[in-house]
């Protein structure tokens, strides 16, 4: 009983109490950085009624980077979005994970950048993410497709993980040897360089 929806045009002054507002910025592969989210007042958070979040909505970037795709966590509950972000309410037999992996597929990506529109910056209109098609399998599908998905994720995290290590190891390294090498050498007596 949810349409999709816009969220808050004019959000106003950062607060250090209030109600949490999520922007472009704090969502990038699958997941809400919570860690500097904005804080807005009641009164305008309550004005868009249609995106305060309860939990299990997806939300989608609709300005400047477009596409980008988390499920909102129940630990947001409460919440409100920027304009720039759409939020899809899905019906109980639909996975949420799903339904944002299907989104974040890159094919999906592109196929919303060219729907976009460009003013001033890249624009989707959410009529476009209304009438975009979702393959939906039977649920049992859905939530072992996502578990295969996120076990293959968190495998290419530890590797990325790993190779961030190593580079930042091979760059101490070579800061070391640079040092060593440019430092200046000890005087030596003259018989020291006596054949």
């Not at 920027?82 to 019906?91: D, H, I, K, S, T």
């Not at 049992?140 to 961030?164: K, L, M, P, Y």
Request: aromatic content about 6%; hydrophobic content about 45%; proline content about 7%.
């Amino acid at each position: 009983n949810r349409p999709c929806a816009y969220g808050v045009l004019q959000p106003g002054d950062d607060l250090s109490e209030g109600v949490l507002f999520v922007r472009v910025g704090d969502i990038n592969d699958g997941h809400i950085d919570t860690t500097g989210l904005k804080v807005i007042a009641p009164a305008i958070a309550g004005a868009y009624p249609r995106t305060k979040l309860a939990g299990g909505e997806v939300l989608i970037t609709l300005v400047g980077a477009i596409g980008r795709t988390a499920v909102v966590p129940a630990s947001l509950a409460g919440a409100n979005v920027a304009r720039a972000v759409g939020v899809l309410p899905l019906a109980d037999p639909i996975d949420p994970h799903w339904v944002e992996i299907w989104f974040r597929n890159p094919r999906k990506i592109v196929e919303m950048t060219a729907k976009s529109h460009e003013v001033a910056r890249k624009t989707l209109n959410l009529e476009d993410v209304r009438y975009a098609t979702v393959a939906i399998p039977p649920f049992v599908e859905q939530h072992q497709i996502v578990g295969e998905v996120e076990s293959r994720f968190s495998i290419t995290d530890e590797t990325e993980a790993q190779i961030n290590a190593n580079l930042q190891r091979a760059e101490r390294l070579r800061q070391s040897v640079l040092a060593s090498a440019f430092s200046p050498l000890p005087a030596r007596s003259a018989m020291e360089f006596q054949v």
